[in-house]
Each structure stands twice: as structure tokens, then as C-alpha cells.
């Protein structure tokens, strides 16, 4: 079974700034999803970037990139001119290729504080 | 059009009781999704259809948890007997189709959170 791991509970940044939360992860697969997800505090699920592991080049979307290495099975979110609208919990997940296999599978998320 | 629905959004229930959770996917999406929540937690894998055939249930807690999709849209789960461990936001999501080898995204309801008294 995969697991995801997200080892930093909480962090903050300084408006304007940049910010990187780590997530690892574990997998027998060769090919795979890995995705960021914003919880604000209305509690919606929103998708921040999408990373597919065949792809060498790492996702980037507008101020928000990652840095995926897959043989260290590590896939970090970089948040560049933090702004207060990114505060949030945010979520890394895993999802396999193939058909049967849909489900995600969540780490248990990091808290971003924007200080303004 | 209108985006993944789910009724009711807020529930109390005292323990022994069952309820009944509803999500309304977005239209024409095949895949629909069941998801669990609980405070200070990523969500977590319940079950997921493909049209009305439940696929995979491998995520749900024991054989007081169900799920049924009887048409191939509209989907209800099902809690007998609740218990306070099962409070929680219970999340769906749908998908436009199931995806092979190819990549379709997960959209995802507000959710119900249910507490158990």
C-alpha cells in the first residue's frame, strides 16, 4: 500500500515571500499521480498542481512549482510571493495509474500562517 | 454547470441512529467518490463507483458503512447504528470518467460533517 508523508504540521511565511513544504511518499509503482491540495478555511478541496511521475520536468502553475525527485520518492510544493490568500491547510496526495486504482491517498496536511 | 453537491451539509445524530449522507456529482461524471475526514486529518479512501458498480470498498471501516449508486448517479451513504468515532467530514468527488491511463481530476464536494452525539 502507498503512504504519504507530510512532516511539517505547520509553517509559517512572511507576506511576499517564499515557502516550501516537503512531502515523501511510498511506492512500489513506477508510475503514479502526485497532487497538492488546498483546504482554506471554508473547507473546500482545491487542486493546486498536479505532478505525473513519467515526466521528468517538474509542474508549475503560476506561483506555485514542485520539485519532484522521484528516486528519493519526495515531492515539495514551493509557494513564491506568498500571498494571504494562500493560507490553508494543504494536502499532498498519491493516486496510481491504471484502471481499479482511483483512489487518493492523503498525507495528514500542513497548515500555512501568511503574516502579513 | 453546478459542481459536485452533497446534502445534508451539516448533521447531528445521536449515537445508535442512522443517516443517510447524499452526494449529487456533476453531470455525465462517470466516477463518484467517498472520501473521510476527520479533524486535523488528510481525507481518507471510503469506496468509489464506476456508473452504478461499486468498484472498490476496501476503505470502508466495517459492514456498518454502505454505499450504493443505484442509477449510475446520485449516490447515498449509509451509516447504521453511528457511533462518536465516526464523526467526521464525509467527502465526495466525482470524475468525468475512470481513468486507465489517463488522467482525469477528482472534483470534490463541501462535504457533510457529521457529529454524533
Known amino acids: 500500500a502507498q503512504t504519504v508523508t507530510q512532516s511539517q504540521p505547520e509553517m509559517s511565511v512572511q507576506e511576499a515571500e517564499t515557502v516550501t513544504l516537503s512531502c515523501t511518499y511510498d511506492?512500489?509503482?513506477?508510475?503514479?499521480?502526485l497532487f497538492w491540495y488546498k483546504q482554506p478555511p471554508s473547507r473546500q478541496m482545491i487542486l493546486v498542481i498536479r505532478?505525473?511521475?513519467?515526466?521528468?520536468q517538474n509542474a508549475t502553475e503560476n506561483r506555485f512549482s514542485v520539485n519532484f525527485q522521484k528516486a528519493a520518492k519526495s515531492f515539495s510544493l514551493k509557494i513564491s510571493d506568498s500571498q494571504l490568500g494562500d493560507a490553508a491547510m494543504y494536502f499532498c496526495a498519491y493516486r496510481s495509474v491504471g484502471f481499479g486504482n482511483e483512489k487518493l491517498t492523503f498525507g495528514t496536511g500542513t497548515r500555512l500562517t501568511i503574516i502579513p | 454547470g453546478a459542481g459536485v453537491s452533497q446534502s445534508p451539509r451539516y448533521k447531528v445524530t445521536k449515537r445508535g441512529q442512522d443517516v443517510a449522507l447524499r452526494c449529487d456529482p456533476i453531470?455525465?461524471?462517470?466516477?463518484l467518490y467517498w472520501y473521510r475526514q476527520a479533524l486535523g486529518q488528510g481525507p481518507e479512501f471510503l469506496t468509489y463507483?464506476?456508473?452504478?458498480?461499486?468498484?472498490?470498498k476496501s476503505g470502508l471501516p466495517n459492514d456498518r458503512f454502505s454505499a450504493e449508486r443505484p442509477e449510475g448517479s446520485i449516490s447515498t451513504l449509509t451509516i447504521q447504528r453511528t457511533e462518536q468515532r465516526d464523526s467526521a467530514m464525509y467527502r465526495c468527488?466525482?470524475?468525468?470518467?475512470?481513468?486507465?491511463?489517463?488522467?482525469?481530476?477528482?472534483?470534490f464536494g463541501p462535504g457533510t460533517r457529521l457529529t454524533v452525539l
Open positions: 468527488a466525482s470524475s468525468l470518467r475512470s481513468g486507465g491511463t489517463s488522467y482525469n481530476e477528482q472534483f
Open positions: 505532478q505525473e511521475a513519467y515526466k521528468q
Open positions: 511506492t512500489s509503482e513506477s508510475d503514479y499521480y
Open positions: 453531470s455525465g461524471h462517470v466516477s
Open positions: 463507483f464506476n456508473y452504478e458498480a461499486q468498484q472498490d
